[in-house]
């Protein structure tokens, strides 16, 4: 009864998709990193610039790059104030919402998830706008008390200031995870607990936590993935400020290579090198926390 | 237990327990993040009021009147340049994320309900391609369709986007939770084709779930900003994400752009938020659950 050419013909737009936009550009990518321009003669007229192999001289040019380590520090850095900054606020809101003890739930459990609705974009220049001391609250405010308020986008913040836009704009989408996933336990493995005079903040330590661990697992793959990739934030808010080069993260490294000095072989080894270490970091990350998430068997 | 329904929805689980004393603790701190998340939605609502001489000198919060004259101000700009940015904008998210959405059906569909040679490849296929997102390769997908011509047009932005392996394995999950084997066997045996069976009786069966992969790929196409700034020379093509904040640059020279971008922001938020409440019930996604095995 069943076709045996049909779970094929089901799959084919997929493949044909995967194979054209994810596997060809890595492949495309690999093979333009092992490549380069060869001038000669004075590298006039036609003929004058060939392409030939580069073997590593790509990867070495690029991750020696005066550049390219403090890039992927800085992202580094960026990853250790944004994954626990926003996932520990999600999971806080997650368990007040779902300890059921305000009237207020609603209300708030919308504001919070709002911030998903706007493209980073367009958050990052709403905080632009109210980073700039002109018209920061914050700066009117320390000012009534007679603080000076630092420049969030003075080189010492601009690391929080970029990174605040990334909590803002991320912390409701996993709050409606981890909130979700809180929904679903079932009542009976608490109520014994509370019944023994167990408090709000035990059971959520000691049980809601721990049951959804794989919830925290996704969320925490999925932010790590997210991070790594930061370049729209930066991006935006490089016309307000001055402290923001143009290599201020590793994509936007690639982009500027690529674009900007028309080096495509660099831009490709590093973009290499990016979806090789993204691959690592999170399948690693699966590996180490023994996560049966993606597993296949149903 | 076998498995794992990604995305359920819970108002019906969990009735809440006797009311219990609220907490003035919990109220303050749900109350101060939902300020935090507001601030900046309340700011651009009352900044989009003022003028081009009140935005950096009056009370931040402090609101005016020239609102409609700013939209009028704002769809005057190069013959309403900002409206088709937003055109635009609900092309490549509602496009690409109808394709993908079917696309990633048929694809979850063969791999939970079928058994054939490669299925674990494909898997992994997909586990590979949810770990590594393709925003890294956009500027090697940019330099490949630039080899077939297609760059700086709405293809270049779509085609990639009609891909997504996390939608796909999101279908997987939801196929194999919502279609019983016996309902598919009954449709064969009534003389459906496996294609009849997958759009008739399959794809009805997937539907809330499928509203869900939509609302994903809508979201990540609309909030996209790397692929079409890369992929796109041509002013009248960007979505709006990538169309403000080439007005933003313009604002270091022009300040008066400035009230544009703030009017702008305020008015590409509009559809997304209303979306996003209309739908609220379908945003119940629990990522966890496929993995809880036990």
Known sequence: MRTRSAPYLFLTPALVLFAAFLAAPIVYAGYLSLRRVKVSGLGLGAGARSEVWAGLSNYSRSLTDPEFVPSVLRVGAYGLIVVPGMLGLALVMALLLDAGRTRVGTFTRTAIFLPYAVPAVIASLLWGFLYLPRVSPIVDVLSGVGITAPDALSSSWVLYAVANIAIWGGTGFNMIVLYTALRAIPTELFEAARIDGASDVQIALRIKIPVIGPSLIMTFLFSLIATLQVFAEPMTLRPLSNTISTTWTPLMKVYRDAFVRNDVYSAAATSVVIAAATFVISYGFLKLVGSRAFSQEN | ?294
């Open chain 2, 1 to 294: 237990m076998a498995v794992t329904t990604l995305v359920r929805p819970v108002a019906e689980v969990a009735p809440p327990v006797a009311r219990r004393r609220s907490s003035p603790t919990a109220t303050v701190l749900l109350l101060l993040g939902a300020a935090y998340c507001l601030l900046p939605v309340v700011w651009v609502l009352v900044a989009s009021t003022k003028s081009a001489s009140e935005l950096f000198t009056t009370f931040t919060f402090a609101p005016s009147t020239h609102l409609f004259d700013n939209i009028a101000f704002l769809t005057s700009y190069r013959d309403g340049l900002y409206w088709r940015w937003m055109v635009n904008s609900a092309v490549f998210a509602g496009g690409g994320a109808a394709v993908s959405t079917l696309v990633s059906a048929m694809a979850g569909f063969a791999m939970a309900k079928y058994d054939f040679r490669g299925k674990g490849l494909a898997f992994n296929l997909v586990l590979a391609g949810v770990l590594v997102p393709a925003v890294i390769l956009a500027v090697p997908q940019y330099l490949l369709l630039a080899k077939v011509g297609l760059t700086n047009t709405y293809w270049a932005v779509l085609l990639p986007s009609f891909i997504s392996p996390y939608g796909i394995y999101l279908c997987r999950i939801f196929a194999a939770a919502t279609v019983p084997d016996e309902v598919l066997e009954a449709a064969r045996m009534d003389g459906a084709s496996d294609w009849r069976a997958f759009s008739r009786v399959a794809l009805p069966m997937m539907r809330s779930g499928l509203v869900t992969v939509f609302l994903f790929q809508f979201v990540a196409i609309w909030n996209n900003y790397m692929l079409p700034f890369i992929m796109l020379g041509d002013d009248r093509l960007f979505p709006v994400t990538v169309g403000l904040s080439g007005l933003l640059n313009q604002g270091a020279t022009q300040p008066a752009m400035y009230t544009s971008v703030v009017t702008g922001s305020l008015l590409s938020i509009i559809p997304l938020v209303v979306l996003f409440l209309t739908l609220q019930r379908y945003w119940r996604v629990d990522l966890g659950a496929g993995a809880v095995k036990a």
